[in-house]
């Protein structure tokens, strides 16, 4: 019988660190949509030879498993295992349910970022963690992949709906915290909804830098306000 994705990935998870990825990460979050293999960033350890050789661990507990890499999936083994994760950041596991894709360096992260990213995820049942929308988004920045974009924009929802249900008591700290990951118009609105003054005074500070930047949504809400703003170009207030 054929081995499962998640078996292995349940098998590894047992004595490793492992974040879920790209689109099965996604469908966690609840988007529905396709995906035909498994992604998971593996704790990269202390070196390459180290994290390869946990790999290979996992796979002598099932058979008919061998390794792959890019350009082109083909096949690795010996020392081209440890090369393969210095050099493309990944190996893939074939002869399972489907291709288990293994990232030492997910794209636009160093195998450095994985402390902070695990410290931000949340668990699994099976012992594996899902990262935060926010970091998620970043594995899929620059690729351009049209699922990718529509990844994206569905994870953004997701991070605004989080910002809007704790912008009403969040300090001004807190939200300055929010805003340094992640800031447009909408969860700028939902920050001058706050009864903190200072909160609010912050909101419209990001609206206008927002505005100066050519945001035609930050602009109009500043003028349904009815907030003053500056603008190169533009009216230097909304009367």
């Known amino acids: 019988m054929v081995a ?8 590894l998870a047992k004595n490793n660190r492992v974040i879920v990825i790209e689109g099965l990460a996604v469908v966690v979050h609840g988007f529905n949509r396709p995906t035909m293999d498994a ?20 796979c002598a507990k099932f058979t008919g498993l061998t390794l792959h890499t890019l ?28 291709p288990l894709d293994i990232f030492r ?18 668990p699994n049942r099976d012992g594996t963690r899902l990262p935060d929308p926010l970091d998620l988004i970043i594995t899929k920045l620059d690729t351009g992949r049209e699922k990718d974009l529509m990844d994206t924009r569905f994870l953004e929802s997701v ?20 805003f340094a990951r992640f800031l447009d118009w909408e969860v700028c609105a939902g920050a001058l909804e706050s009864p903190d003054s200072s909160v609010r005074e912050f909101a419209k500070e990001c609206l206008r830098d927002l505005a ?11 003028e349904q306000q009815r907030i003053p703003y500056l ?9």
Request: hydrophobic letters at 40%; aromatic letters at 8%.
């Open 4 to 11: 499962t994705a998640g078996e292995f990935v349940g098998e």
């Open 39 to 58: 992604d998971i960033w593996l704790d990269p350890l202390d070196s390459s030879r180290a994290w390869v050789e946990v790999i290979l661990l996992t």
């Open 71 to 98: 350009p082109g999936w083909r096949e690795v083994s010996g020392d081209e295992l440890r090369i393969a994760a210095e050099e493309v950041g990944l190996l893939r596991v074939t002869g399972l349910d489907c």
């Open 105 to 122: 360096t997910p794209n636009e992260f160093t195998p450095e970022a994985f402390d902070e990213v695990h410290a931000r995820s949340a």
């Open 159 to 178: 991070v605004r709906k989080r910002y809007l249900v704790v912008m009403p008591t969040a300090s001004l700290e807190e939200v300055k915290q929010l």
């Open 212 to 222: 100066g930047d050519g945001d035609p949504f930050a602009r109009a809400l500043l």
């Open 231 to 239: 603008q190169t170009g533009l009216d230097d207030n909304v009367e």
